[in-house]
């Protein structure tokens, strides 16, 4: 059971735009803790995706993007493309455990 | 260039020790908090370990009193010592860099304990 909430999977057409939220509590994100996104695609390591909420490294396109609110975080894809199917995992700190956080991962398929 | 490689995974007995260690070039490892992170097969990423700049050190429950993270500023390395193995130790470990961020990832090594 992990700290952070992610839906185990979502999906969308080429084109469309989803979004994948991630669900803390007033220890993590409700604690204005920061909140990263990691790409894997299948067999590689994660990749840095956002960071900061809303922070693209370089070379990561301006189709991703990061929300929070609350307790709760997003990570948008717009212009959904095959290449974006992959494991998606939000990231923070959390001031209870000591300890850093990740959610349990949220698959995408791109149909 | 940036560049992150772990080397020493395998397969090892239930109760054994295995030495996990981290090449890094780019950049130096006593200059920003360095991590390992593992993910079991088909389950999600968990931070294992991490050391500060200053030299303290985190980890997980799990393996508090088994593993011991360290690094080698001569050689520039990041090494994570591993004690009394447990099947579920089994994943593979990552070593990443963390600014406020796990922001530069290896390939990551295998461990698998098993008998």
């Known amino acids: 059971q992990s700290v952070l909430t992610q839906p185990p999977s979502v999906s969308g057409a080429p084109g469309q735009r989803v979004t994948i939220s991630c669900t803390g509590s007033s220890s993590n994100i409700g604690a204005g803790y920061d909140v990263h996104w990691y790409q894997q695609l299948p067999g590689t390591a994660p990749k840095p995706l956002i960071y900061d909420e809303t922070n693209r490294p370089s070379g990561v396109p301006d189709r991703f993007s990061g929300s929070r609110s609350g307790t709760s975080a997003s990570l948008a894809i717009t212009g959904l493309q095959a290449e974006d199917e992959a494991e998606y995992y939000c990231?923070?700190?959390?001031?209870?455990?000591?300890?850093?956080?990740f959610g349990g991962g949220t698959k995408l398929t791109v149909l | 260039e940036v560049q992150v490689v772990e080397s020493g995974g395998g397969l090892i007995q239930p109760g054994g020790s295995l030495r996990l260690s981290c090449a890094v070039s780019?950049?130096?490892?006593?200059?920003?908090?360095m991590s390992w992170v593992r993910q079991a097969p088909g389950k999600g990423l968990e931070c294992v370990s991490l050391?500060?700049?200053?030299?303290?050190?985190y980890y997980t429950v799990s393996v508090r009193g088994r593993f011991t993270i360290s690094r080698d500023n001569s050689k520039n390395t990041l090494d994570l010592q591993m004690n009394s193995l447990r099947a579920e130790d089994t994943a593979v470990y990552y070593c990443?860099?963390?600014?406020?961020?796990?922001?530069?990832w290896g390939q990551g090594t295998l461990v698998t304990v098993s008998s």
């Open positions: 050391i500060y700049t200053g030299g303290t050190t």
């Open positions: 990443a860099s963390y600014s406020s961020y796990f922001d530069s």
């Open positions: 990231q923070s700190y959390d001031s209870s455990l000591s300890a850093w956080v």
């Open positions: 780019g950049f130096t490892v006593s200059s920003t908090y």
